[in-house]
């Protein structure tokens, strides 16, 4: 029988079957002798071993369109990484890490700014403006007053998605209202540190139809950069592209060279501000790596 993990704890897997519901399952030793890993969002086949208490064994992984580092999840089609509009106000260095982390494993993102209910229409404009140069997707919603949810899950329609983001942005609220069973605890968000609890501690897969699932993951509150040379890291910003052929010395990094075009383009405000100083960040930061 084939399957798909929907969870995974404590070394049982949870597979989902069409035919028969979901089997708790033990995977074999000789993934761990392969030292391979089960994750969620596999594709399996399994042998049922009780039918009566829905228990078998994973025998097989079948062939995996990709494999996520972080999220540690398989066969994601995109990811939908949801921060704040505000309380808390967005970390645009730990967003700007995801995306690179995501280009870098070849997953398409939208990103959704929730709890727009909190902000002026000025601000989601400026939020707008410093991704939409990127060609990034940008969705925004309110998980409080329910706005925004329909034209999201078109978004999600047909495909496996794999939603992110920090602690406390209201993610868990969001998924409770595009899949209402997954009965989701949501985190009261502390006051005074303006963060939220960790409500998701494992990666879980949820049916909204028959074709389309969102699998939440783990919050997180830091992201590692792949492991990328830092003139490699240009290229993880595509707003720079269509600038960049046009500076003086080939494979410029837009950051000390003269006669630079990203840099005309940014006194220009052709590309944002914020995105540029991110990469200026995380230039340094690959650079002082290297070094040690």
């Known amino acids: 029988m084939q399957g798909k993990i929907i969870k995974g704890i404590a070394g049982f897997y949870y597979v989902h079957t069409a035919e028969s519901g979901i089997y708790e399952c033990k995977a074999k030793g000789i993934f761990r ?8 969002g596999d594709n399996v086949r399994l042998t049922v071993i009780d039918e009566a208490k829905k228990q078998g064994n994973i025998e097989e992984l079948l062939p995996r369109k990709n494999a996520l580092i972080r999220p540690a999840v398989a066969n994601m089609d995109q990811a939908l990484v949801i921060f704040a509009a505000a309380k808390p106000k967005p970390n645009f260095n730990l967003l700007d890490r995801f995306l690179i982390l995501m280009k870098y494993q070849r997953v398409p993102v939208i990103i959704c700014f929730n709890k727009q209910d909190m902000v002026s229409e000025e601000e989601l404009r400026l939020l707008k403006e410093v991704y939409q140069k990127g060609g990034y997707e940008i969705h925004f919603t309110s998980a409080l ?10 978004l999600l329609q047909g495909k496996t998605t794999a939603v992110a983001g920090p602690s406390g942005v209201g993610k868990s609220s969001l998924i409770n209202l595009l899949h209402p069973e997954a009965e989701m605890e949501t985190g009261a968000i502390s006051a005074k540190i303006e963060r939220g609890k960790h409500t998701t501690r494992h990666s879980e897969l949820f049916a909204l139809d028959g074709e389309s699932y969102i699998c ?3 919050g997180f509150s830091s992201v590692y950069l792949p492991e990328l040379e830092k003139e490699e890291l240009k290229d993880y910003f595509p707003e720079f592209q269509e600038y960049e052929e046009g500076c003086r010395f080939q494979g410029c990094v837009h950051i000390h060279e003269p006669d630079c075009k ?17 990469y200026k960040c995380l230039y340094e930061e690959i650079k002082d790596k290297r070094r040690y």
Do not use: F, M
Request: avoid cysteine; glycine fraction near 2%; charged fraction near 35%.
């Open 216 to 218: 939440d993951t783990p």
């Open 33 to 40: 002798n392969q030292k391979i890993k089960p994750l969620v």
């Open 145 to 154: 007053e329910e706005t925004g949810i329909l034209r999201l899950r078109a």
């Open 262 to 278: 990203v840099k005309e383009a940014l006194a220009q405000k052709k590309i944002s501000q914020i995105r540029y100083e991110n």
